[in-house]
């Protein structure tokens, strides 16, 4: 009796449909794919029909999974879970006010729970997608994965301090985070001139790299290369690595401060080189207004331990502004000062820009 239920039972199973991963919306559209990741502001899913897919986690009514699923908390920290759909919003304890404003119509469960026959998700399966109204999404002209968050940056500097000018600037930013790992990738260049004469000229490279040791704390190493023609700098090299430490840390803000120490080159027009040893501190700061409209400041400050004298200040204040979610077109106004309280000989101190460039999320 009991072996004849026992190959009743996997009989039953074997009859049941393979499904794929499914996200429906609150306007009623049905996706299927693979789920990738669900965040408290986002869930990424990868289609056969559009690739890979962001869309805000606020226009997600249900979600079903037959794979596991990294599911992030609003404290950065992550999981993996099946997820399913159920008839009562869920709201986590430690959930955000925004994620409440969402709640999940949906469960985590650490075995995959299969779609109930006759359920919204077990019957749309079959129906066709629509497409007229397609979720946003980053521009994916080139597939770095879900993890990155890249931009290309081209457009117009003017220029103040040793030089009063336009110029043409670019920058390369390329940015990776997931737990307990964050990396951060820079490239920036600028041109320009007046009347057959070089007017400005910069090359500069940037690297810094955060592991989290704790939701608060987190250790850091970084580097940062520079050729800078109108301040008379050949080469100017830090790296350095230290502590830092998240004051706020939320899904629209974020505060964090580093400092560490590290070593120094500088190398100059007139002559003049020093190698020595040196300490770093900064600050960062993202404040994300809306789905358009991101405000980001960072400033690193670094000194010589052997002269007071040497020190400089590098700083960006942003706001990046979304033309086009769903293409990752945008706009991005800057003010940029670069301050070296030595430069080369006949050369000020202070340098500063405002630029306003077309932008590309990929």
Known sequence: MKRMVY????????????????????????????????SPAHVIVTTPYAGKLTIDRAAVR?????????????????????????TQPVIAPDSTAATQTAAAGWRETEAPVPPVAGSPVATALPAPIKTDAPPKRFSQYFDFGPDWKNTLALGAAN???NDESTSVNGSLSLHYQKKADELSIKFESLYGTSQGQQTAGLLAQNTIYRHDLTSRWYSYASDDLRYDEIKGISLQAQGSGGVGYYVFKSDRFKLDV?????????????????????????????????????????TTYTTS???????????????NYKLDVERGMGLKFAYNDDFENRPSANRQKNDSRVSLSLTLDF
């Not at 999974?65 to 399913?84: F, I, N, Q």
């Open 62 to 86: 249900t979600l079903q999974s037959d794979t596991a699923v990294s599911v992030l908390r609003p404290d950065g920290s992550s999981e993996l879970r099946y997820l399913s759909p159920t």
């Open 258 to 298: 580093r400092s560490g120490p590290g070593v120094q080159y500088l190398k100059t027009f007139d002559g003049r080189s020093a190698v020595a040893p040196s300490a770093e501190a900064g600050i960062r700061i993202a404040y994300v207004v809306n789905d358009h409209l991101t405000a980001t400041h960072e």
């Open 305 to 319: 331990l052997f002269d007071s004298e040497v020190w400089r200040v590098h700083s960006e204040s942003a706001l």
């Open 7 to 38: 190959l009743a039972t996997l009989t039953a199973l074997a009859s049941l449909p393979a499904f794929a991963d499914t996200v429906t919306l609150r306007n009623g559209d049905q996706l299927t794919g693979s789920i990738n990741e669900v």
């Open 159 to 161: 220029s103040s301090g």
